[in-house]
């Protein structure tokens, strides 16, 4: 039995332009920072919001993130093993755990950041006069309401 499909153009699919566009864009940085320092990209995702944050819950940084807790949760733990960040009790809620650089950390992220933002000034170069623009549609596709 054939059924007709409706006429579908993944090519144009927004959800699937911008998952290979992040991926590879998020590519290009991680090789590096992999290459240099050793960290993953939930790793470095946590590093960049704990830094951003000063100080921020498992829970937070979850939907910080945008990582499963189990991710999240591990690439703490292993940036916790290796000394770049700190994990305390929440003082507000003992069952949370409050993470913050330490100072290897800090140090690390002083390395870090200057190569994440000369990577972004060369994606505003490619993206030219368009970037506000872009940024303009990113801010309504994240807070839309969508589902």
């Known amino acids: ?6 006429d579908f153009d993944l090519s144009r699919f927004l959800p699937y ?22 960290i993953s990209v939930a790793e470095w995702r946590v590093l960049v919001h704990v830094t ?4 921020v819950s498992i829970r937070d940084l979850e939907r910080r ?3 499963e807790k189990s ?5 703490a733990t292993r940036l916790a093993q290796a000394g770049y960040i700190r994990k305390a009790p929440n003082p507000a809620d003992r069952r949370l755990l409050c993470l913050s650089l330490s100072e290897k950390g800090r140090e690390l992220m002083s390395r870090l950041l200057p190569i994440a933002s000369a990577y972004q000034a060369r994606l505003e170069k490619i993206i030219g006069d368009r970037m506000s623009e872009l940024e303009a549609a990113l801010e309504i596709m994240v807070t839309s309401e969508l589902d």
């Open 71 to 75: 991710k999240a949760s591990r690439a």
């Open 52 to 55: 951003d944050a000063g100080e």
């Open 65 to 67: 993130v945008n990582l």
């Open 17 to 38: 332009r911008l998952s290979v566009a992040g991926d590879r864009l998020s590519a290009g940085l991680a090789r590096r920072y992999r290459a240099e320092f050793g």
């Open 1 to 6: 039995m054939d059924h007709d499909l409706p």
